[in-house]
């Protein structure tokens, strides 16, 4: 069964940066697409990042475009998420998902496994 840690979350200032790493095990193959979510209080989950299976493809939302970077080792199966220039809105509780995929894309919606997700806070 495919299982999903997160981890790399913390407490960092306005304009610093983290890495989140999601850790996956029990693959059954390597074409799975990874996106990133992240939920803020009272506010409703958000597709931030995907990347596809083969690390060719990534998409992002308007407002981290040019700030995150979305990365994957398949070897180690680890995806990454470099986020640079936090800004407060940033800050949620990050999610990683993954997807069977068939295509060479990504996308940011149709994820059905999820891990239990790692907190940024971002202090102005």
């Known amino acids: 069964q495919l299982k999903l840690v997160e981890s790399g979350g913390g407490l960092v200032q306005a304009g610093e940066s983290l890495r989140l790493a999601c850790a996956a095990s029990?693959?059954?193959?390597?074409?799975?697409?990874v996106a990133w979510f992240r939920r803020a209080p009272g506010k409703e989950r958000e597709g931030v990042s995907c990347?596809?299976?083969?690390?060719?493809?990534?998409n992002y939302v308007d407002s981290v475009k040019g700030r995150f970077t979305i990365t994957r080792d398949n070897a180690k199966n680890l995806v990454y998420l470099l986020m640079n220039n936090l800004k407060p809105e940033d800050a949620a509780v990050y999610y990683c998902?993954?997807?069977?995929?068939?295509?060479?894309?990504?996308?940011?919606?149709?994820?059905?496994?999820w891990g239990k997700g790692t907190l940024v806070t971002v202090s102005s």
């Open positions: 998902g993954a997807r069977r995929v068939f295509s060479a894309i990504c996308y940011l919606d149709g994820y059905d496994h």
């Open positions: 029990g693959l059954s193959s390597d074409r799975y697409a």
């Open positions: 990347i596809s299976w083969n690390g060719d493809y990534t």
